[in-house]
Structures are given as C-alpha cells and as structure tokens.
C-alpha cells in the first residue's frame, strides 16, 4: 500500500514538493483528508453495560439493578491511575527533583467506554453523495420491472415492507434500515471457543441494491459493545436504547441537506428488520433462546414436539407484546422465568417502537441456519463424511469392513444384471439391488473408499471464478471448519456433479422402491431448496416447490439414516415459506454482510486492551469506511489488469482459414448486411470485403464476466431465441469492423444436452433428479463449431468431463451446472 501511495505521488507534476508535503502525523492526514466522524461517547459499565454521562455527577460505582429488590450492580465505573509531573510541567528544571520520585496525582479513568455514531450522522454522510439518491431510485425502477414480470428479487417486494405505512410528504425520502447485531472474538477466532466477546451494532439502508447496501463503506457502523463479556438480552437493552430512542424521532421525518436538495429533504427512517444467526436475534428482539422450551421465534412450537417437524400457532404482535410487558414488569426472577418458560419472550427495547412488530420483523438468518445449520448437519451427521488420514487407517481399519461389499460393488454387479436382462428382453424397471447406508465409519453413509473415490471426482471439477474451492482432503478435521460459501459451493456445484457418478449406472432402470434412488432423491431434494434459498430472484411457485420438497426430505431422511435427530434449525427452516413471502429472497436479509463487516473490523490494529478495543475499532473503522468511499483510495489499491501475454504471436493477426472464415463470414452477415465474401471480385459499390483478419485474444468481458478459450472460464452458458444452450470456448477473436471499431467473437463447441425434463420415458426419473439439482448432462460435439457473439453469453457454468460410458454417453460427456444462481433450472432442451 505504501508503495501504491509514493509511486502515485511521484507519478504528479512537482512530485519532491508534494513529498515534502506529506503531514508527519497520522492524525493530521485524518483531518486533511476529512476522515473525522463525529462519534458519542458514554461511560459504560463492563458488567451490566448501562450508560451513564460521564461528569462529576456520574457514580463512583453502578447503581443498576436488576428488580426494585435487587441488589445493585456495583460494578467500579473508575479506575485509579496515578499521573506523574513531567519536566515540562515543572518549569525550571533545577530547582526539583527528578519526576519519578515527585509524589503523583491520583485520577479516576473511566473504566469502559461505549463509543457509538447516531443515524443522523450517517444520514448526512451517505445523503452527501453524489450518487447515493439517483440509486435510491433506479434500484426502485429496476425492481419494479422485475415484479411487472412476475419476480419477487428485493426485500421491497416483500409483505413486511409493503405493509409500512410512510407520512407521504412532498419530496419526502423514505428509507427502510435493517439492523445486524452479532458477536465475536476480538483476537480472532484461531481457537475453536470464544474466549473473549465483543459485539458488533450495524445498519444497512434496504432502499440500496444488495451490492451498494452489503458493502462496508456503505453499512452504518453504530456501535461495538465493550469486551471482554457479552450482554445478556436484558443489560443488551441498556446499548440499544439510545438508538431506539432515535429511531423514534426519526420515525416522524428529520430535514437533511442531501446533494440534490442541498437547503433540506425531509428523510423518513423506521427499521425494517433484524437481521442475524439465530442467537443474536433471539438476544436482540427479546425471545427465548434454541434450548428453551418455546424456542421458536416464529410459532408457538415447543422443544417436546421438535421431533414431528410440524408448525405450531404463528405469533402475533399483541400477544408477543403483551408477555414482553409483563416479563419487564416482573417482580423478581421467577416470575420472569416462568413467563420465559411459558411463552419464550422477554422484554426488548425495540418494543417501543410503535411499528415494531417481533412476530414479523425478525428475519431467518439463512446463512447460519441453512448452510452451516441444516447443509452441515446432513454432511456431517447423517453422511458422517468422516475421512480417516493415511497414517490412521491402519490403525482403525476392522475386520468387519473387509467382509462388506461396497456400494460401487453392488452398483457394478446391479448393472450387469440390467443390462444382461435388457440384452434379452426384460423391462427397463428391474429391481435394483439396495445400497449399504451405513457401511462407512462408525455407521456412516459413506466408506473410506467411497470418500476416497469422491475426493478423486471432486478434484476433475473445474469451477468458475467465484466459486471457492473445497480442501483436497475433504472430511479429515485437518483442514478445519468450511466457511459458508464453500458449504454452497459443496452441496449445489460439488456433490450433484459427482453422486450420480457414483451410484448411477444405468439411467433407464431406477426402481424408486430401492435405497440407491431414495438415496438420491433425498439428496436432489435437499440441493433444490439450497438453490430456492439462495435465489437471486423468485416467483412465487418457487416458494411452494420449496415447502413441499423440504417437507419431502424432512420426512424421508429419518428412514434412510439411523440415529437422524432434529435440532432447532430443521424446525426454523418449516418457516423459509412464510420467510420468503416477508422477505422475498432471503439472500437480501442473509448475514453476508454483516460477517464480512466483523472480517473487517478483526483486521484492524489496536492496542490490544480489551476495555479500550471497542473504542479503538469503532474510531478506525469509521475512518476507513470514509476512505474507502474516496475515488482516490480505490484507484490506489486496486491492483492493475491483468493485461495479455505480450509474444509477438499473442499480438499478431491471423488470417481465418477457409472453414474458420465461412462461419466468420455467416457471423459478421447477421450482424450487417453490407459485408461480401472475401472472393467476391468486384466489390460492388456501397459493400465491404470481409478480409478474414483477426486477433486471437486470451479473454473477452461478456455482460460483465470474463470468458476465455482456457480453464476455468470456458464453459459458457448462453441464450437463443429464449432458450438456454451450452457450449466449451475453444477461440476467442478479436476483430477490426468496417466502421473502424472493434469487436469480439467467441468459437464454441456446443453441448447437447441429452437428458432434459420429460415425462413418460425410462429415463424420467434420472432426469428429474437432473432437473432438481440443475444439472446438465449431455456431449460435447467435438466436429462442430458456432461462432457467437459476446452478449449471448448469460453465465459460466462448473462442469466435469465424463468418462466414456457414464450415463450411457459413448464418449465426449459432460456434466454442468450453470453458474446463475436461478431458482430451478430451465427445462427446455436444443430441439
């Protein structure tokens, strides 16, 4: 970074004067370059974190109680230090003694501090850019086209925030906040448990496209709850009170300058959400927590009838506020824990507000729920994917293992059979010998040679630029914890692309009584709801095509896998359903976000005193999410274009040989009649002769991606005449047109896809297991060759070259899955 700075400054006119320039003080670079936030600051107690104002009138200790009865808090607000006298505070160095044995001052230091920005401040910040209300509204307009089409694709196509009632004034901007709380390890998280916590407060302006509202330097950094412990839901409530008590001032409309009304715009603010894992929301809307009897914050259920997999009686804002009231009005703790027992809710500070709903406005946080939640569990749990080091499998191999055929033995023998009795005449639906579930370590559904096997097929996958990749030794707890996106990657990319590979060998014989199909149907099943989930946008039978095949996989799994126990997350994903017609795609309301604002603030340098790093990280992180706005600070850091190998042959033309240059010539006669083969003689007047020259290239931007001839960019997604075909990018070209400009063509190789949805043939159940996890397989035809245009391309895809002979594919097979995050896959095929 500090190179980046000085070769820009040396890179200006006058650059040794504008060296000389450069402030020798951090501080002073701040306030030059007008990074200052103006940030509150109240003495906090550590314990119960109640906020005092800090003055002589302020407690020596905290008086907080927790009941009328109760003793107090007393925690110390003050900490003694001594101050010494410095020579430069003596005058006259010689008349006095040395400081060191000068008797000292004793001060009170304030012991913790709770440092927090207001909404107004960040309000006037955001409101200040040039561009943040012209987005406001193109966004709306954007949406708005999507819902005229049938697609839900934003929060703002959401019932709870179309049930918001606004004060419609003229020229009034209305904006909808989601609040994200959650807590973290300071240090860290290189040790498995939290050892010290710290929270985190933040807002995001629903109003702004997903990409603007989840970037840092656009979430509102509200306050960081001081180390080393974490409040309770009730001390939780003393943090949250100054900015509910904002919240409802702003609630009425606040006149702010912003940049296209400089005097003044009357800007309206209510929370929308809250949004966060399942813990930190049940702390901040004020419910009991997973272990509780009620545990659930959306329905009556209780934790006896966890195992039936069953909604209870939705919550309702009256009675939800009602035993919140009476929890706060409690005596003494029993009788507070006895309201907790019977109706899991407690009392909330958002519960002031007066369109605050906690049955409603609490959003499912699907990225703890559903991918480290429900993916997990069935991973790891009921698969029991638990792969054993090659210095270990000595040791632990039994002698029983040894007698028990594995599944791919069964799969082979199986085959033969079925093709022995297709070769003779019999039907296509023999019955399927059964697969062992629970051959694998310690009952596991998968054995050490199966895990092997899979971990071999997972490393032929070639995975697009922002997919992240998995450890080679998947299923050792050598490489740690998968973060959240590679338990994505894992179940919608990852495990489609090899399971069938695995257990399927003839695609016309599925016998839907056996274990093997159930086995895959399950798995089907649980990747289509990941890719419903996780939905860029929607309609509204996706969301009934959810409830039913998640119900379908609830009820199935337990017979397929022993010792199948339900937690709290499989209840919570029963109400995705009515999550997603609240909030629409619940990527919107997700985590992502707000995690990758704790990544950040655990990068910053502190002091490492943990009753000062709160204030430390919210000072910083304030600053540089103003520096990081700053065009500046974005051109410095970010890193230069990879630019094209520079070889004379990467630069040169080619001429396109004869059969290149006749689907040359058919490409560049769609696009512009006036073009003649390059053996026409004469031209005639007014056309142009297509010379056949062109540039090979490495890599073309399509629609904002990079697409290239080579791994892992090449296998392409496209759209003609409204329906999807694929291809491999063999060539890319570049090309000089007859109006001077240049242009980009790609040469693929297109993809049959041999299996698409159909019904009433052999092979219907294999394909609508393809069609539940979006998957493509089909040939590659390796003798033909399309040239298309750059804007045909709608995606990349993930995709594993088949052996010859898999899925009854003589040779070139290919398996793909685009890289699109749709709903469901379309079902139309190349006829």
Known sequence: MLKKIINTILEQPSNTRNIVRIPNDTRTCIKKAKLEVALTKTL???????????????????????????????????????????????????????????????????RCMYVYQTIETWLRWILSRSDTESEIVN?????????????????????NYREIQWENSPNSLQLGLALFVDWFNPRGNKLSGKTESTGIIALSCINLSPT???????????????GPYSPDPQTLNHLLNPLVKEL??????????????????????????????????????????????????????????????????TRTKCETLSAAKASRDAANASIQDKILRETGVQWSALNKLLYWDPAKHVALGVMHNWLEGILQSHFRYRWKFWAIPP??????????????????????????????????????????????????????????????????????????????????????????????????ALFVYIIPLVIFEMYVDNVASMNIESNRYQVLLNTSQLVHC????????????????????????????GTLFRSVKFQPNHHFALHILEQMQAWSPLRGVAEFGGERLIGFLQKLRTNNKIDLMNQTMMNRGCQLQRLMDHQEYINVTQDPPV???????????????????????????????????RNTWPIPRGRYGLSGLVRPVQTVVCNGMGVGSTKPRNCVVLEWRGKPRYGIVTSCYEYQNRGGGSGCCLVIKPITNLYPKRLNLPTTRFRFMLYLCSMVVGRVETDQEEMIDPSEVVSLAAYRLLENGTFSIPEHGIALIPYNNDATLSIHDDS
């Open 44 to 110: 906090c107690c550590r314990v119960c974190f109640l906020l005092y104002e800090e003055g002589r009138n302020s407690p020596i200790l905290c008086e907080y109680r927790c009941f009328p009865n109760s003793d107090p808090c007393n925690e110390q607000l003050y900490v003694q230090k001594p101050v010494y006298k410095g020579y430069s505070d003596l005058a006259e160095f010689e008349h006095y003694p040395s400081p060191s044995t000068a008797s000292p001052n004793v001060v009170g230091v304030p």
């Open 139 to 159: 966004w709306a307009a954007e949406i708005r086209s999507q819902h005229d089409l049938g697609y839900h694709s934003d929060i703002q196509h959401g019932q």
């Open 212 to 226: 603007l509202r989840n970037k840092i330097s656009h979430m509102c950094l509200v306050g960081i709850t001081p």
């Open 248 to 313: 409802h001032q702003l609630e009425q409309g606040l006149v702010i300058p912003t940049y296209q009304f400089p005097n003044g715009r009357n800007v309206e603010v209510k929370l929308v959400a809250v949004q966060g894992d399942t813990l930190a929301t049940k702390k901040v809307a004020g419910f009991a927590s997973h272990s509780a009897t009620c545990f659930c914050s959306f329905c009556h259920a209780r934790s006896s009838d966890l195992s039936s997999m069953s909604l209870s009686k």
């Open 391 to 488: 210095y270990e499998a000595k040791k632990k191999r039994k002698t029983n293992q040894t007698t028990h055929a594995t599944k791919r033995r069964n799969i082979d023998s199986n085959t033969e059979m079925c093709l022995y009795q297709e070769s003779s005449g019999g039907d296509d639906t023999s019955v399927e010998e059964d697969i062992l579930v629970d051959g694998g370590l310690d009952g596991g559904f998968f054995s050490q040679e199966d895990i092997l096997h899979f971990c071999v097929s997972m490393s032929n996958i070639v995975l697009p630029p922002g997919l992240p990749h998995l450890p080679p030794n998947l299923g050792e707890s050598k490489h740690g914890k998968l973060s959240a996106k590679q338990w994505h």
């Open 530 to 557: 990941t890719n419903i989930v996780f939905a860029q946008y929607f309609k509204p039978a996706d969301v009934k095509r959810f409830e039913k095949h998640y119900q379908n996989y609830s009820d199935k799994v």
């Open 643 to 677: 630019s094209a190998p520079t070889s004379s042959r990467a630069r040169k033309q080619m001429r396109l040989a004869n059969q290149a240059y006749e689907r040359f010539f058919k490409f560049m006669s769609q696009r512009d009649g006036l073009y003649v083969h």
